[in-house]
């Protein structure tokens, strides 16, 4: 059974910092890419960033040099450290695989980041 679970969410102020993580079970979590998408109420939802099976990321242009994707391949953890956020970042943040081997496609539960004054 596969499980994706986010946490790290909360309410954090302009400019402040916050750090996502997502820990993964019942996949080979070394061998594939994992994502981080965002969904704002009545927005559809975006890719934010991605990080390869190697470690290579890319982001949104909105969140070029905010924010930062990285991977624990021991703990089958995947982060998204968010720093100057912006009320515009405000949404639910949803963790992502599509499996290198099947092509199944799984998400976790979402995780609500506020940023709010």
């Known amino acids: 059974q596969v499980q994706l679970v986010e946490s790290g969410g909360g309410l954090v102020q302009p400019g402040g910092s916050l750090r996502l993580s997502c820990a993964t079970s019942?996949?080979?979590?070394?061998?594939?890419?994992m994502n981080w998408y965002r969904q704002a109420p009545g927005k559809q939802r975006e890719l934010v960033a991605t990080i390869t099976r190697g470690g290579s990321a890319n982001y949104a242009d909105s969140v070029k040099g905010r924010f930062t994707i990285s991977r624990d391949n021991a703990k089958n953890t995947v982060y998204l450290q968010m720093n100057s956020l912006k009320p515009e970042d405000t949404a639910v943040y949803y963790c992502n695989v599509v499996t290198v081997w099947t092509k199944n496609d799984y998400w976790g539960q979402g995780t609500q980041v506020t940023v709010s004054s």
């Open positions: 019942g996949i080979i979590f070394s061998i594939n890419a």
